[in-house]
């Protein structure tokens, strides 16, 4: 009846929608009558898990994490406002259905509702593909203690790994931009699914939470595959522990047993990086490869041919200087010089347009420099041996830092996966009362 | 030898950055004449004309305007800071070479540059495909007449039809998301390409005009094809006229022969419209469908059964009420209520998180609410028979005001399109002395 019903057999999502409408419109049918017989046409079907484009919600892991980067992503942090833990549950519970629904093309709640109710899904996702979204949640340090309350007793199972980031050398944060209670990332392949999800979310979340920040951001890939390109002009990620080595994996991103309720979980740090683009444009490209440390055109480590090429940090050139600058970018943040400390890097380029920092810029600039660059997003077993170890070093010896202001910072411990019947998180919960 | 240099004939975009670079290694030449042998491994091939995802830049109306739309949208208004009329010329000469070559998939500059001088492309499309990139310039009031001062000697050629928009019942624009002597709107089915492409064009600016503000918005397609939805979950542009028919775009959208240089020509409005998403999610079906007077699910009149089927203004329900209630933004946009004013829309949703807002908040809502909506794009041959005209009564009759607040807006002379050899805007100057 609806446009979007004649769309290919699983490849459109949310028929939900039009479906309801066209039911309660032919048979004149209002009330819960209505919605409980539109419901039972909405239901999942068989085939959904391995249609095109549907990355699996349900898993040992979260998704968003490994999964192959999608092109759009929205990090969202939420201030809980929630005075019982009963509610934190109860909200844990329905994000859990809802984005495993909206991972599948369906609408983020189940039931339908006449015309004289708000919808349950605004619909703006309606006749999309489902673009391999994932949602990716995350508990901040105020789950578990803030301002020194433990206002959902929960602050003795805080993971030793989730830390309060240090202040680092050259930060220049700015209170809005940082920290949460909860977070939920939402990547996509299509930016307005992505949109869709993320605002069914926070509705589901009224009166529990509330957003504090968001942060949209897009990675294209490039045309030929390999590694993309962020907004310096340069391949990013290239140093990344390989994604499909559940070794690597384990060591580097997944908590173990040490890990106790976060086993199997992840623990990530976002920065908002605004890079000085009009100043960076203007350098010199060989200057901008000593900055990196690499080859800007093909990636390669300085001295090298291909990008893969291992780093030869002894190298030096006919006059002993180091072929890779002392204080490069690639030989700063390697594991070598970082004792081994890994992270996975899943970063997106963003761009803002102007006048987020008018407020600190004189006058005669008001306006004027684009507040773009890149939002950094990296996963690790424990950030005290990953982020925080190289960002020490980083955000002291760094050449680059000649062109990126650390705006933004948070810190969220990302839960193991979910199976089929139980919830996000549900792990933090076991045998605590009440 | 760099990784993109690997990729499909035709598929990738720039590889011109890794051809200079392999070419100035691999001979060891630096300088001018290594950039100029780049150069011609760089040129144009005859048949990226042809190739897949290049919409041409030359030919008789500027592309991004009856183009099919693209998924992603950045539009950028910039402020004059020259003082010659000749610097404008320069910069508009600039703009199309660019503009031509980065619809193409090519750096937005031919030459190359060694290794001790700025990269004259940041690079950061470079592997992507060309993406559909269309580039719309237009000319702003500003460029005619700014602060009363005829800067250029281009007053008596500033279009009767490039009006200062009147102030609009329930205004609450914003100083800074307003108005601008010239624009730019890049379009593509790339978030990256498009950024890229805007960053070159107003870094061959540098000195000549600076950017005031940008927006970027993003558009769906559904996967069954038709009419994409806006963020309030209805479908948008229903009512648009056939981009396909050369009469209806010669009678809404292109300047005829009253437009002088701007013959062929077109008149953008832009407006940045907040759609408070949080009241709209929590008002019930029946109630949004009469606020725009269409069915949510298939965007059908109400009382009618399919997306195009005509309004029936005159339709009444049994109590005698009219069936498209007389405030319905369908009713009151019809050209049926506006003596047969018409617009060509082109809008795209945005999200720019949360916070924009926040010094005009209360402190208990600060930072709390999405700034996200529409922004509108809508081209006509008139502005005074079409946008001002319908707006006029849409501003002060609209229901849906009660859920969308302007906040941006401006208004721009897009001119004709360029043939090759000549330049974007180049009709405004004819006869010109200097």
């Keep these: 009846m609806s446009a979007y019903d004649d769309s290919a057999p699983g490849l459109s999502r949310r028929r939900f929608l039009g479906a309801a409408s066209s039911l309660a419109v032919a048979a004149g049918v209002i009330g819960t009558g209505g919605a409980a017989a539109a419901e039972s046409l909405a239901k999942p079907h068989a085939a959904a898990r391995t249609m095109s484009g549907v990355e699996p919600f349900y898993g040992v892991h979260q998704g968003g994490i490994v999964t192959a980067q999608q092109t759009h992503s929205l990090f969202a942090a939420l201030d809980l406002e929630a005075t019982a833990r009963a509610d934190v549950i109860a909200l844990l519970k329905r994000w859990t259905v809802a984005a495993n629904r909206l991972s599948r093309g369906e609408t983020a709640q189940p039931l339908a509702v006449p015309k004289d109710a708000a919808p349950l899904d605004g619909g703006s996702a309606e006749g999309l593909r489902p673009a391999r979204l994932t949602v990716t ?3 901040g340090p105020g789950l578990f203690i803030s301002d020194g309350k433990d206002r959902y007793g929960l602050a003795s199972r805080r993971p030793d790994a989730l830390v309060d980031l240090p202040k680092f050398n050259g930060d220049q944060l700015v209170a809005e931009k940082c920290g949460g209670d909860l977070s939920i990332q939402v990547c996509a392949d299509d930016p307005q699914v992505a949109f869709h999800a993320l605002r069914e979310l926070l509705a589901l979340a009224d009166g529990v939470a509330s957003i504090k920040w968001m942060q949209s951001g897009f990675a294209s890939p490039p045309a030929a595959g390999g590694t993309g390109r962020n907004l310096m002009g340069f391949k990013d990620g290239t140093n990344n522990p390989a994604t499909h080595s559940s070794d690597a994996m384990n060591k580097v991103v997944w908590a173990g047993d040490e890990g106790g309720w976060m086993k199997e979980g992840s ?7 605004r ?3 009009e100043h960076w444009d203007k350098t010199e490209l060989g200057f901008q490869e ?21 780093l030869d940090l002894n190298a030096e ?12 970018h690639a030989r700063l943040s390697s594991a070598a010089e970082n004792d081994g400390a890994q992270i996975l890097r899943r970063a997106y380029s963003y761009n803002d347009g102007v006048g987020f920092y008018a407020e600190r810029w004189p006058p005669w600039r008001q306006g004027i420099m684009l507040d773009a660059g890149l939002f950094f997003v990296a996963y690790q077993r424990d950030p005290r041996t990953g982020f925080i170890k190289i960002n020490k070093k980083l955000a002291t010896e760094d050449i680059m830092n000649q062109f990126t202001t650390h705006v933004g910072s948070a810190i969220f411990a990302c839960p193991p996966g979910v199976s089929e019947g139980s919830f996000i998180g549900a792990t933090l919960f076991e045998g605590l009362a009440g």
Aim: charged share 25%.
């Design 317 to 328: 050139d006919k006059d002993g200087n180091p072929v890779i600058p002392a204080n490069a």
């Design 137 to 139: 949640f995350g508990f």
């Design 275 to 277: 890079i000085a683009l």
């Design 267 to 273: 623990y990530v740090v976002v920065r908002r990086i």
């Design 290 to 310: 000593e900055v990196v440390g690499r080859d800007k055109a093909n990636g390669a480590p300085l001295g090298k041919t291909h990008e893969f090429d291992p």
